[in-house]
């Protein structure tokens, strides 16, 4: 720009430290705010800059020490001239200062060097969860280092097929470029332990329980040394005799499988997960087990199991029971007798009932996920993972990663060759994950590398139909649902057949249900998982959940708050000129902008979990559940005056429609919720993702 003769030279930073004025910096700073508006003026953003130049010059006796301002002083300067001159720059610019200065102080507070420019509330969880600290607590590495050690770990899993170290150096800068630019994330283990000395990577594991003493204990162990290096494990207490039945070493009676789960919920409890967040855990009960009535009804007291989430699981037969108002038999799994006859609707109404009182339990339909056993010939998936995403076989374990959809839309349109580029370095990722994960247990390391699975899912997917201007309950967002997973599941098995061409089919592979094909890398390749602490990194929407608040107060740090606002609907009200203080400050109390005077499109767009009905957070299950290997986790969220009978709708539904599971959450009915809306404020914790109001998924 052309260079004009000014009184002021220098300008002091907040360091205090001075440097030399350059009024360059103020010209591209009102560039990146017209860039945004899409507006891109290089005249006018000249002419604004020497405006701010003369109010500088105007005011040159007034700055702190001897005509030198400071950074600050200069910004207010930008931000008068701006409102002076464009209203909608104005609020674009101040917008993004105040966010800044909110960042600055968690960095400042918590001493971290934010050489990535992150929002507060993800610099938080950085500081909480993620970022390596010394035995002081001393945070010791930046987010770009976090990555560095992520990335450099990983490729060198690229070794064992004959990489040089040029071609595993530029592995790891596409996956830390990948990673910086938040367009993909692998599950939080992987973040905290790669490139450590516990370098456990895996967020999902299952494990096995036998009706014995030995094997509940052994299994205890085994899931306290997972838990404590950060993974999330899931158990099905079938096998365990009921409540009641004879112990015959003892003469005794057997305690039966929900007193079991209450002592893992207190070793859970005990350890805390990894060292950076409470343990996760799923408890699943067969349908036909005898103690699946006490097992449906074991959260109803609040303050216990509050470390597991649990799910009975449906078989095909229990549900056509319940269609046609049939008994269906409880039967002893210690000797397969039937113990009694139920009337299989009244126990379905019991499980709608007790998740409507608790949001326990879900349902996960089993028939439906052996359907889709890729490995059938070692035996019955029984249970899934925590969030239910992730069915496996026991001892089995999946690293998770998810592509951050909102990256990869510009100008209302999705750049698909973008998406596939994220994707074959996605799976070429997870894969590598296998190879370098340092396994808890000998016999997890030997079935996961048999069968190499793993879940590439994705987050943002709400955000990615606003930007599209499709409303999240419409007909359109289900056909986009399937072709965008469509397009990721089938372009994800082309990168694992590449990945098996020059490496090798997984061991299992020629007794799999894949053995007609040419090779594949990796058993299972697709999953959908909730992404909570993730996508608060990456600053997208959760998984594939509607947006449950458009705005909402945060608490940040020792009761410091702040306005969250969606980014996208915030951009969208400013280049309509729409953004006003009174509309934020009415929507807060709420969450939704329904009831406010918008035009009718935006509020199309910017639906909430609460203004869709039910049957359509199921439908989008369906849709991604049609092309997902392994399994889709999502949250029905309902409204706090809903009913058992919607429930019941909810769960038939799912079923119908070919959903693999199904969890349900209605607003209020547990005792701890990570976001709250009321008549005055919608008020979220710092752990609130985006997604549902109940806290499921840490990962």
Not at 269 to 279: F, N, Q
């Amino acid at each position: 720009m052309e260079k004009k003769l000014v009184k002021i030279n220098l300008v002091k930073k907040r360091d205090s430290g001075v440097v030399s004025f350059n009024a360059s910096k103020i010209n591209s700073a009102i560039l990146k705010a017209m860039k945004i508006l899409d507006m891109e003026d290089e005249k006018k953003s000249e002419e604004l800059t020497q405006k701010v130049v003369a109010e500088l010059n105007k005011n040159f006796k007034n700055f702190n020490i001897k005509g030198i301002p400071s950074i600050e002083e200069i910004q207010d300067s930008v931000e008068k001239v701006l409102e002076q001159h464009d209203e909608r720059l104005f609020k674009i610019y101040s917008l993004y200062r105040r966010s800044r200065h909110h960042a600055r102080e968690i960095r400042e507070f918590f001493k971290i060097n934010d050489d990535l420019k992150f929002t507060a509330n993800a610099l938080k969880v950085l500081e909480e969860r993620y970022l390596l600290k010394d035995e002081d607590g001393k945070i010791i590495e930046t987010p770009t280092e976090m990555f560095w050690r992520v990335a450099n770990a990983i490729a060198r899993a690229d070794k064992n097929y004959n990489k040089n170290d040029e071609e595993i150096k530029l592995t790891a800068l596409r996956f830390f470029n990948m990673m910086k630019n938040l367009e993909f994330l692998p599950n939080s283990p992987a973040l905290f332990n790669a490139g450590t000395e516990i370098n456990q990577l895996a967020a999902c594991f299952v494990l096995d329980i036998e009706d014995s003493l030995k094997s509940i204990f052994t299994t205890l162990k085994n899931s306290a040394i997972i838990l404590q290096t950060g993974g999330g494990v899931g158990f099905n207490f079938s096998k365990l005799r009921p409540h009641g039945d004879i112990v015959k070493s003892t003469h005794g009676t057997a305690s039966g499988p929900v007193s079991f789960m209450k002592i893992f919920d207190v070793t859970t409890d005990v350890i805390k997960a990894g060292g950076k967040r409470r343990g996760a855990c799923m408890a699943i009960l067969n349908c036909s087990h005898p103690d699946i009535e006490l097992f449906i009804h074991s959260k109803e007291n609040k303050k216990e199991l509050s470390n597991f989430n649990i799910s009975a699981a449906v078989t095909d037969e229990f549900m056509n029971c319940v269609k046609s108002n049939r008994e269906f038999s409880l039967i002893n799994p210690r000797n397969q007798k039937i113990v009694k006859k139920v009337k299989a609707g009244k126990l379905f109404e019991d499980i709608c009932n007790a998740a409507w009182i608790s949001g326990d339990p879900g349902l996960i339909f089993i028939d439906r996920i052996n359907k889709d056993n890729p490995t059938a010939f070692l035996g019955k998936i029984e249970s899934t993972n925590p969030c239910s995403e992730q069915p496996l076989l026991p001892f089995e374990s999946c690293v998770l990663g998810s592509i951050n959809l909102n990256k990869i839309a510009e100008n209302n349109k999705i750049d698909w060759d973008k998406l596939k580029d994220i994707i074959y370095l996605g799976v070429h990722f997870l894969d590598n994950c296998i190879d370098a994960n340092r396994y808890p247990i000998e016999e997890i390391e030997r079935i996961t590398r048999a069968n190499r699975k793993i879940g590439l899912g994705i987050m943002g997917f709400a955000d990615l139909l606003t930007k599209l201007k499709i409303p999240y309950n419409s007909e359109k967002a289900l056909n986009l649902a399937e072709k965008l997973m469509s397009f990721i599941n089938k372009e994800a098995r082309n990168a694992s057949v590449k990945l098996a061409e020059e490496r090798y089919s997984f061991p299992n592979f020629s007794k799999s249900i894949w053995n007609k094909t040419t090779c594949l890398r990796n058993a299972s390749i697709t999953t959908i998982a909730p992404t909570g602490s993730i996508s608060i990194i990456a600053g997208c929407s959760s998984g594939i959940e509607p947006l449950f608040a458009i705005a909402y107060i945060r608490e940040i740090m020792e009761g410091k708050k702040l306005v969250e606002i969606n980014k996208n609907f915030q951009l969208d009200v400013i280049k309509r000129n729409l953004y006003k203080d009174k509309i934020i400050r009415e929507i807060i109390k709420t969450g939704s902008i329904q009831n406010t005077n918008l035009p009718e499109d935006i509020k199309k767009s910017y639906v909430c979990a609460f203004d869709i009905l039910p049957e359509w957070h199921v439908k989008m299950q369906a849709a991604f559940q049609k092309h997902v290997d392994s399994a889709v986790s999502k949250t029905v969220n309902l409204p706090e005056n809903s009913t058992t009978d919607d429930i019941k709708k909810v769960y038939m539904l799912a079923w119908k429609l070919g959903c693999k599971g199904i969890t349900v959450y209605r607003y209020g009915s547990k005792p701890q919720q990570v976001l709250y809306i009321g008549k005055k404020t919608a008020e979220a914790s710092p752990h609130y993702s985006g997604g549902s109001a109940c806290s499921v998924c840490s990962f």
